[in-house]
Every structure is written in structure tokens, then in C-alpha cells.
């Protein structure tokens, strides 16, 4: 098994320099040449920790790591900085199964892939004799940035520059990235939206004087953002994980087909799930849930994606993306991992913003199914579920919780369901609490922090107490256009 462009067929990588180079030159995402089957069987999943379930799908993928540098990359990405030695526990509430991804060192779902990834990128780094610092270079819709920031603060032979929309992300979560205190990071907020943000750090990844300028100078780049197969196939794991507990609790027998639901931006999340279903885990339906930039949905119904449309700011700003970065892999493997009809498609995306997909195309997508929340119907689901179970949930997770009870209702679709919790609502209590309560309304942001604590019943999260009084040291502002000129700065180049 090796990688391979999604926009060039000559590309043949081992999985450590795929994820070492993050990015193929030619701008594609790397892909596995064939999927890897899970090595034991759904029953046997039912007894399985996380870590050995995260070992035994990334093995899979990761083929040119050996045993013990996996397991010491696992062992050292999901321990204590996790609150639950469960790592990604269930939580059953109105029929649905919300699979919480965020008890990790920054309470979003990144946390369980970006533990992992520097990690598995220093390891690349002394597998493949690279003797040049890595510079991690990261777009950020709010959570990225974080617990990239976290996974590689301090890390050595790696510095770690991240871009976010500065009028795009919560307070908390812009607090969370600005108070980082590591030498080797940077943190820049960009007068634009996400979509700015990434579209010029894949320009910047993709110049090729740049990156000739950067390797004389002893740097090269890798990403940490969900193109980074690195970040990707960690995620797969608590598919596998959740299933095992699934059959373990006796909700499914093992064989059983389940659905997932999951809040989508840059569809990397939901992917993940799909690479599962490659590996061998039954997923029957994958439900790909939008808030009002509900470009996924539109394009799941017609075969057309389409981006030139309004860009909207919502109450989950982690899914405020328009383009899907994490598409470009499905759409490569729908149209038979032909490199030329991806990279025709995505030209048509960069110069018009818009592609059409063929009906075979379609059809091979034909598990996936688009659903969208807007913000009224998101309040309506935290309000109701809280008032009716006690259980709150963030914003994100309310996008794909409102969504599967739209899903349902059209469908009449029983099959259990594991909903991707993606973040602690503790990220966004402002916007939780609203729906909770108008009272709210007035409140300063860490009073509302101490209040959902009261409301939900859950102790603050350490992620947030760490920057209740932390001071802020990343200033930087910058147009797009300016980004490069920041980067190259800090390598002082
Ligand atoms: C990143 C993020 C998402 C979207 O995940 P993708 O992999 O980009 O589709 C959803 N919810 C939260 C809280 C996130 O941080």
C-alpha cells in the first residue's frame, strides 16, 4: 500500500512521508492506494480499549511504522491529558447515541487527532532522515488552532504558525489560541473568513519557489489541518471504538448496520467515518449535517457544488466553510481514483467555484445524505434536550443533533445512531445558554462559563480555566495578502 495524489497518479509515498509532506506540490490530498481491513472482528471490537482499537485501525494505514513506534505514539497521545480514561465515552440521550469527542486537552474533537499527529510526525521525521526544522502551517476555523497549538507547543524541530478568521471564532476560542505561551508558536488572525485563511495556505503550500527558498534555509512544511492523512485516520478509530461499545452495551449485535451523524465543515469528520466503512465497520447511512453554509447539502441533493453564495457567521463557527477541503478524497474515490477528473473538477471549484459531479459519481455517494439546522432550530434542539434529559450539548453538536430529528422524520430510519458530540459546550456557552434562557443575554463570558456549570452539572473544564487569567501574547493582525510575507518572517527568511 503506498499514497498517492488525488491530482497526480505518479505520486507514490510511504505513509510517513505522506504525512511528514501534509499536502501533495501539486495542491492534491494524499490517498491510500487501497483501504486496509480491520484485523479482528466486530465481536472482538466489544473488548477493546481505546488505545488498542486506535492501534489496530491505524496500523492499517500507517504500514511503514513499526509496532512499537506506533503503540508509543498512542500511548503517548491518549493518557492523562484526556479527563476519561474512556477517552471517547457514549452518552444516550432521547434514543441517539452522542459519541463525546471532546474530553481531550482542549475540549473540541481535534484534540483526538492532533495528540496523536506530532507524534506521528516526529517519528516521520527520524524515519525518513529529514534534517529540516518542520514548520506546521494551519488554517483554523477555531478548533484546529488550538490543539494543534496544544499537540505541538514546546515540540522539538517543529514551529507551528496558525491563521484564523479574526472576526470568525468564538471568544473563547480565539483566548484559547492567543494565550499560547511556546516560543515556537505563532498565532495571526486574518481579516477574512476561513475559507481565506485556508485557500492561501494551500497557495502557500503549493509554491514551489517558496518551498526551494524554505528547504535552503533548513525548513519544510507540513500541515495540521484534516488534509494531513495524519490527522485522518486517527479520526477513524472512534468509529471503530464506538461500535465495539455499541455491541459491548448490547444496543447492536455485532454484523448490525448503524448510521453516523456528524456536524460537517471541512468534511474531514465525516470521512473518517467513510474510511471506517472501507476498513469493514457497517455504517449504513452516513448523515452529513450543515448550519446556514449549507453548501454540502445542496450538493449531496444535486451532484452540483457550488460555493458562490453568501458566507454566514452562526453560532457554530467551526462549520463555517464553504469549501470542504476533505471533499476532494471522496469525489477522487467516487469517480475511480481518476487524478485527471479530480483535478479537471477541482480547477473548475478554484477558477469558477463551482464543479458538477457525473451520475456514477453520485451514486457511489449514494450513502451519504445532506441535512442542514439553522440557528432557531439548533436552540430549539439544546433547549428541548436539556429541559427533557438534563444533557447539554455545544452548537455544532446541536447542527447534527436538529439534523438527524429532520433525518428521522423524513426517513422513518430506526437504525441506531451515533451523533459526533464535537465540542464541549463549555467552547460556546454564550451561545448555549441563549438557547437555554434568555436571561443570559448580559452576562460577561466566564460568568455564563460558571453558570453552564451550574445549569449542566458538569465541573468547569481545565482547558478554560487555564485562560480565565492568562495573558495574551499573539497580537498579530494581517490581510490575506500579507500571510506570506508573516511566514516567512518567522523562519526569518
Ligand atoms: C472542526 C469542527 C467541526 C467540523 O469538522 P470537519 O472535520 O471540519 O468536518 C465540527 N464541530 C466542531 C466543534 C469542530 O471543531
Redesign the pocket.
Known amino acids: 500500500m503506498y499514497y498517492s495524489s488525488t491530482r497526480d497518479d505518479s505520486v507514490r509515498l510511504t505513509a510517513s512521508e505522506a504525512v511528514l509532506k501534509g499536502l501533495s506540490d501539486d495542491g492534491g490530498l494524499f490517498v491510500p492506494s487501497e483501504f486496509p481491513k480491520l484485523s479482528v472482528s466486530l465481536d472482538e471490537l466489544a473488548d477493546k480499549d481505546y488505545k488498542e482499537t486506535a492501534y489496530t485501525v491505524m496500523k492499517g494505514f500507517l504500514e511503514d511504522y513499526t509496532e512499537e513506534e506506533l503503540k508509543d505514539c498512542i500511548n503517548k497521545a491518549y493518557d492523562s491529558k484526556f479527563d476519561t480514561e474512556e477517552i471517547a465515552p457514549i452518552a444516550e440521550a432521547e434514543g441517539a447515541f452522542y459519541l463525546e469527542l471532546?474530553h481531550g486537552k482542549t475540549i473540541?474533537?481535534?484534540d483526538m487527532a492532533l495528540s496523536i499527529l506530532p507524534h506521528l510526525l516526529t517519528t516521520a521525521v527520524k524515519k525518513n532522515k529529514s534534517d529540516k526544522e518542520v514548520v506546521i502551517l494551519t488554517a483554523t476555523?477555531?478548533?484546529?488552532g488550538k490543539a494543534a497549538l496544544a499537540g505541538f507547543g514546546s515540540v522539538p524541530g517543529t514551529r507551528i504558525i496558525v491563521f484564523y478568521p479574526k472576526d470568525g471564532v468564538s471568544r473563547v476560542q480565539k483566548l484559547q489560541m492567543v494565550t499560547q505561551p511556546d516560543k515556537n508558536t505563532m498565532v495571526v488572525g486574518v481579516d477574512g473568513n476561513f475559507d481565506d485563511c485556508q485557500s492561501e495556505v494551500k497557495r502557500i503550500f503549493g509554491d514551489s519557489e517558496l518551498r526551494e527558498r524554505m528547504a535552503k534555509g533548513g525548513f519544510q512544511f507540513s500541515s495540521a489541518n484534516?488534509m494531513n492523512i495524519g490527522r485522518l485516520v486517527p479520526?477513524v478509530a472512534y468509529y471503530v471504538y464506538a461500535y465495539g461499545k455499541l455491541v459491548k452495551g448490547g444496543r447492536i449485535k455485532a454484523g448490525d448496520c448503524i448510521n453516523v451523524c456528524?456536524?460537517?465543515?471541512?468534511?474531514?469528520?465525516?470521512?473518517?467515518a467513510f474510511f471506517a466503512k472501507q476498513m469493514g465497520l457497517p455504517i449504513k447511512t452516513f448523515i452529513c449535517a450543515s448550519n446556514d453554509n449549507k453548501v454540502l447539502f445542496d450538493f449531496f441533493k444535486t451532484g452540483t457544488y457550488d460555493k458562490n453564495r453568501e458566507f454566514v457567521l452562526t453560532d457554530?463557527p467551526?462549520?463555517d466553510?464553504l469549501i470542504?477541503s476533505?471533499l476532494e478524497r471522496l469525489i477522487y474515490l467516487s469517480c475511480g481514483c481518476d487524478a485527471a477528473k479530480t483535478k479537471e473538477l477541482m480547477n473548475g471549484l478554484s477558477t469558477k467555484g463551482v464543479y458538477n459531479v457525473t451520475d456514477d459519481m453520485k451514486k457511489f455517494m449514494d450513502a451519504f445524505v445532506g441535512e442542514y439546522a439553522v440557528w432557531d432550530e439548533c436552540a430549539d434542539k439544546i433547549k428541548s434536550l436539556y429541559e427533557d434529559t438534563g444533557y447539554v450539548i455545544?452548537t455544532?453538536?446541536a447542527?447534527a443533533a436538529a439534523s438527524y430529528d429532520k433525518y428521522v422524520k423524513e426517513t422513518k430510519d430506526k437504525t441506531v445512531t451515533v451523533i459526533?458530540s464535537?465540542?464541549s459546550p463549555f467552547?460556546f456557552s454564550r451561545s448555549v445558554l441563549k438557547a437555554i434562557d434568555k436571561k443570559y443575554e448580559n452576562f460577561d463570558d466566564f460568568d455564563l462559563i460558571d453558570e453552564l456549570s451550574k445549569v449542566a452539572n458538569v465541573d468547569v473544564p481545565a482547558a478554560i480555566d487555564e485562560i480565565r487569567n492568562a495573558p495574551v501574547v499573539h497580537n498579530t493582525v494581517c490581510k490575506r495578502e500579507e500571510m506570506k510575507d508573516l511566514v516567512l518572517k518567522n523562519m526569518g527568511l
Open positions: 471532546f473540541a474533537f481535534k476555523s477555531g478548533d484546529t484534516s479520526q456528524v456536524p460537517t465543515g471541512n468534511f474531514g469528520n465525516i470521512l473518517a457554530s467551526s462549520m466553510i470542504s476533505n455545544d455544532h453538536t447542527v459526533a464535537t465540542a467552547k
